[in-house]
Every structure is written in C-alpha cells, then in structure tokens.
C-alpha cells in the first residue's frame, strides 16, 4: 500500500503546494507535488536531518525535483516550498509551512548508466581528461575501468568513487593518438549492477611532429604608410601551429620593441606607443612542440602622427587626442533610491555604451546618456574627430566599469541548531546586497558570516545591513517563554495532559505559526501547527522514554521563541 505524506493543517492552505510523492520515498524516484498554477516557479529549500540546506528552483512546469546523484538512503528531510507568482520577481508571493518526507532504503542492485564526457567516439581528447558519467538509479558508489581494448582495465582497474560522485578525473597523462575504452559500474550495499553495455571510447590528441609554416602580417599590410601609433597588428593563422613569436624593430635588423616576445595561440595584439613617421619592421615566427617555423619573411609598414599619448620632440609635451573618459571603476548604489544615470559631458562625436551579458557585448545606448537599473560590467566607448595639420584623424577611448545594485536585506529565518545548552544560528536572508551579520547590537561588530555559534539560551537579537547603506533588518529569538509553552507533558494515554502543544495560538502579542521539537541532540523529531493537538511524545511511530526536549515556534513576524520542556510517562 502506498503512503501520501503528511503534512500540517497549515500547509494545506490555498495556494499552498502539497507534496504527492510516496513516502517513503524511493532513492531514484523524482518528488513531487501539486501544480499551483504559479507563473514564476517554485523556490524549494531542503534540509537533511543534519541541518544541511539547499535552495533550488523549479520552472512552472517543473513540479518535480530529484538531486543529480540521487537521493540518499533512510533520511528524513524538511522541505518548504515557496511560491512566485510574478516571473519578474525574485522575491516568492507564498511561503508554505514545512513539510517532512523519509527516504526508502535500497533493497535492490542500481540500475545502469552511461559515459557523458568525453562523448563515445570523441577525438583529439585531452591527455588528462575529465570523464563524467550520469546518476545510475540507487548507485551509491561506482568503479571505473579504463583499457586500450574493449572491456579491458590495463590503464585504471576497478577505481573507486565513493559517495555517488558522477566524475573522475585523469591526472597522469594518457598516450598521444591512442583509443580508450571507459566503463563506469554503478554499485550499491546489495550489489553491483548487471547486464550494463556501457563502454565509451574516445581518441587522445596527436601531438606534432612537422614544424609549422610561416605566416604573414595581415594589417598592417607589408610597405602600409600612415599607420595609427596604437595599431592593432593581426597575422593569418597557420594550421599546425601552437603558438606565436614576434619580433618588432626599427630596423630591419634590431629587436629593440618587442624582442621575440610569445602570444600564445592568438593571431592579433596591439601595440601601444610606437613613435609617429618611424617604419618598423616585424617578424612573427609560428611554433609547435616540434619546433619553430624556419625562414619567416619580414614585413615593415611607417606611422603617422596618431592620437597619442606620445611625446612631442619640440617641446616635450605629451600629447593626448583621444577622448578623455573620468568614470570610476566601479559604482553602486540602492534599488529603492532609483536607477544610476551618467551623462557624458566630454568631447566625441559618437558613443556607444556596452553591457556584458554572459559572453556577448550588448549595446544599450549610443547617446550621452544612459540609465542602468541592473548589476553587471559595463563600458563606455567615445569616437571624437580631432583637426591635425595633416587633416582630421579619428580618436577613441573606451572605459570599463562595474555597477552593484544592493537593496535592504530582508530575514526570512533564524535556522536553529541546539547541542546541549548551546544554540547555533544561520541567519537566512533575503534581497541583493553585499550583506554582514552581527548579534545583541545594532553597532555590531558585524561578520561576513551569517553563522553564530555557542551562544546560550536565551533572549537573541540578529542584525542584518548591507555594506553599501541600502539598509538593516532584524529578528528576535525569544528563548523559554513560558507563557503559553508548557513545561512538561505526561503521554501515558489517561487522557490527561498526553499531548504537547502551545495553549493558544497567541503568545506574548505574537501569532504562531507553526512549532518544531528537537531532541537533546538538535536532532529534529517533528513540527505540527498550533491549530492541531500537538505531539504525542511518538518519533517514527515509537514510544519515545521520559527525556527533555527543545521547542521552537515560528511567529507571522519573523520572531521565534525556543525553550525547553519534559515528557514524563
């Protein structure tokens, strides 16, 4: 028979999603939950029974989670599950109460699998490759093999990966040109898995052996007059070639600019500060690991007077034409004070504002002006056309910047840990913002962790700021309030006193929302609403021995209150 989890009355309000997936929940199963109906997704936050947490978001479509590697076996998890009705809006319209669901063990051997990288039948693969297979449903662990034949293990026999990791990477270099055959071997406490075909095989790289042809500069041309004092030199690619070597003189003999200086593997550079009307000569020599291309031809091509900055040999004056740009390096400033506006007043004819996204250059304005409303990195180019005795030369600037938009940071929990009389806290906060943390006082001192440790029980006062002024938030712990919290509860089923449950729904001024219980360990044995009866002194269905336990109860205000309390049988 299968079980529906569980939830609370509270997390049954409308618009709330409910979990549907079995419980417990098989390892290689997805969980579940209803479809809201919610156009911006859902936000879930997952914590194991060790108080570790993980945040991930789901698409509207996506009702259904699954970690990469599976998930563990017989572990209880509590889930909350937020709801964002407005795409645009990082900020979730509903949080649900939390939910709990357990794991199934694993009784039986893990499915198979498949080689992800390098891809079957890949060429030219790295020497010291990464190899990276996908999660095999119940694998707790694989072996790896790697052969020069199919279905041999000469290179790598039977090498572990513990833990359900899904990669491994090659740190002794393989052979040059040669064909390997990877299998991966799901495995788990019952077994390994069987019937499994899944060898992939890839081809290393050939290293050189013929030294490369030469090239040849592309821009400037050979004999090219006129040309800018910061050109941007470019040669043509040679197939087989690593790398490049330039040499640049001011005579056809002399090295005394760039004296056989490496590139890498690019085919362009520019050169800043060559002297106006000076012809300079330049070799560029393509190399391999079998050496250095023989013979390469020299070209030569003379400046003219550019935009600078050089130095002017009648006066000694240096000499700048090109636009001048006084931007910061970086700004920042806070989302509720409205958008960061520049307005250009130098000199330039044409400007063209950049913003990066991912790999692209995206331009946003190409007047004086220009509005930013996001964080990112951003440049600035300005094109002036400057009258010189020769004519009219065309100048540019171009400036980089950085823009950091904070907001007021926003506590969404007060993550407890109890060991013993000591209490942990990670603080769970909300917004964009470079944020620090402090306790007890306003004035701090702050942290850069949200994290506070062995701190007693009692009264608790967390500070949140953002580092730019954008603004503060706070929460209170309340620690064993009495009003309202018993101090013991007898379960012997007389009908007197058998459960526990805060009296009433209000404690001091504060509404509750929902109440958590822990062991003398900080290990979480179960949440209930206040609206329900309460706990029954049970853990998994077991009669849990006269021993004290922790309380903590969640406020509509972001207060939470923990205490201490007794079961007696």
């Known amino acids: 028979m299968t079980l529906m989890l569980v939830v609370s009355l509270f997390a049954k309000a409308q618009n709330c999603a409910i979990l549907t997936s079995p419980n ?52 209880t998890f509590t889930i909350v599950i937020a709801l964002r009705e407005d795409p645009a809006d990082p900020d979730p319209t509903t949080i649900c109460n939390a939910q709990t ?28 490759p990464l190899i990276t297979w996908n999660y095999a449903p119940r ?54 898995a069987v019937n499994c075909a899944n060898d992939s095989s890839f081809t290393t790289l050939t290293i050189s052996t013929e030294v490369p042809d030469c090239t040849i500069l592309n821009s400037p041309s050979d004999g090219e007059e006129n040309v800018a004092i910061t050109p941007l030199l470019t040669w043509l690619p040679v197939p087989n070639a690593d790398g490049y070597r330039l040499t640049i ?80 390096d970086s700004y920042s400033f806070c989302a509720n004070d409205g958008p960061l506006q520049f307005n250009f007043t130098g000199i330039g004819e044409d400007f063209s504002w950049i913003q990066f996204v991912n790999d692209t250059e995206l331009e946003i304005s190409s007047s004086r002006d220009i509005t930013i409303t996001e964080s990112g990195t951003y440049r600035l180019d300005v094109i002036s056309e400057v009258p010189i005795e020769e004519g009219i030369i065309t100048c540019d600037s171009s400036h980089i910047f950085t823009v950091t938009i904070s907001e007021a940071p926003v506590i969404e ?22 944020y620090e943390y402090a306790i007890g006082s306003v004035e701090g001192p702050y942290q850069d962790s949200p994290v506070f440790n062995n701190l007693g029980i009692s009264d608790i006062e967390v500070f949140v700021r953002d580092r730019n002024g954008c603004g503060i938030d706070s929460a209170r712990l309340n620690a064993d309030i009495d009003l309202g919290f018993p101090k013991y509860f007898t379960p012997n089923g007389d009908g007197i006193n058998d459960y526990w449950q805060v009296r009433g729904r209000v404690v001091d001024g504060e509404t509750i929302t929902h109440i958590e219980v822990y062991d003398r360990y900080g290990k979480r044995i179960t949440s209930f609403s206040p609206r329900g009866i309460g706990w029954d002194g049970t853990f998994n269905g077991r009669r849990l021995l006269d021993a004290g336990f922790w309380y903590k109860a969640y406020t509509l205000t972001n207060r939470v209150f923990v205490g201490h309390f007794a079961l007696r049988r």
């Open 249 to 328: 003189g001011s005579s056809p003999t002399s090295s005394d600019v760039v004296d056989n200086i490496d590139f890498g593997n690019v085919t362009s550079t520019f050169v800043v500060d060559f002297d106006e009307g000076v012809k300079y000569y330049v070799t560029i020599t393509p190399y391999n690991s079998a050496g250095d291309a023989i013979d390469c031809a020299q070209t030569c091509f003379t400046t003219t007077l550019g935009c600078g900055p050089y130095e002017d040999a009648i006066t000694g004056e240096i000499i700048d034409l090109n636009p001048q740009i006084t931007l910061e």
């Open 139 to 192: 694998a707790t662990e694989y072996l790896l093999d790697l052969g020069t034949t199919l279905g041999a293990n000469d290179v790598i026999a039977n090498q572990l990966i513990p833990n359900g990791g899904l990669s491994f990477q090659i740190t002794t270099p393989l052979a040059e040109g040669t064909t390997y055959y990877v299998r991966i071997r799901p495995r788990n406490a019952v077994g390994e």
């Open 24 to 75: 417990p929940l098989p390892v290689e199963n997805q969980l579940t939950w209803t479809d809201e109906g919610v156009a911006g997704g859902y936000i879930l936050t997952i914590t194991d029974s060790g108080g570790i947490t993980s945040t991930i978001q789901r698409t509207p479509s996506q009702t259904f989670y699954r970690p990469v590697m599976g998930w563990p076996e017989n572990e």
């Open 413 to 434: 929990d007060l993550n407890l840990s109890i060991q013993g009389l000591n209490v942990s806290i990670n603080v769970e906060v909300s917004g964009i913002g470079d």
């Open 101 to 128: 669901f357990s794991t199934a063990n694993i009784t039986t051997l893990p499915g198979c699998n498949t080689v992800t990288s390098p891809m079957n039948g890949a060429i030219d693969v790295s020497l010291t």
